[in-house]
């Protein structure tokens, strides 16, 4: 269960999430016709090794990602990964030069988007997720495309400050991302993440967020108890808060951003990807999900 103030590496806690993400995103690449493409998950999946590198050579035949779920889960990332790309290479084609992965994770955009001259990366997360991001990536070898500049800091805490001692400009335009960040931060954490996004954000900023409707009260306290007995092999529901502070297009939109959300099974089949059925547990997960994009005013 998750306490205040709680820290974690690569492979504990929310830290192993990105780890199961950039598992995902390996197993969409080796698809015969992939809707994204990264390269580098491939490469953190080896740098930690075990069962996340085995499921990549069809090891692994339990791992969860071999499962229906698992099946669902990859389309999930693949389709998630293109709206987000699509949404960042926009950004840098409207002229932003500042861009902010909040929770960065195993985001290797950084090395792997075309980012035009002149374009600074500032990757916030946990100082350990960072330090395996960092040391992965150096031992293989690939040049960054933009400057990277990492902040080792706690989303709960004094974030803007930490972004602004890093050269952050807020007079200039920057491109924000909050992917598959909202559902482990309290409802009050996510209030400070928005207001802090808003107060730094220039005009002609842009925004991207992963967010989701909360559950039932009684179907998530049912999914976390299984989990906590041991029934269910995702860990997941141990991890998250069911709480939400406001729709991101919603609360950005009453502030001056023109904000659209796209529901996740829309974006799905867009791609020609399917959609899960809703009584499984992969339309339990999809059905709430929206991606939400937005250009501050």
Known sequence: MRTENDTWDINTSVGSTALFVATARALEAQKPNPVAIDPYAEVFCRAAGGDWAAVLDGGAPDHPLKTEFGEHF??????RTRYFDNYFQAAAAAGVRQIVLLAAGLDSRGYRLPWPDGTVVFELDQPQVLQFKREALARHGDALKAERREIAVDLRSDWPQAL??????PSKPSAWIA????????????????????SLAAPGSHLAVEES?????DAFEAKRDEELAGGNDRTFFTLVYNEQHAPAHQWFGSRGWSAVATPLPYQLRSLGLPVPAADTDAGF???????VSAIKD
């Open 74 to 79: 990859v389309n999930f990332q693949g389709a």
């Open 164 to 169: 602004r001692d890093n050269g952050f400009d």
């Open 213 to 217: 409707v909360p559950l039932d009260t």
């Open 285 to 291: 997960m999809t059905g709430n999900i929206s991606l």
């Open 179 to 198: 992917e598959g960040l909202l559902i482990y931060l309290p409802a009050a954490a996510q209030r400070q993440l928005f207001t802090g996004i808003d």
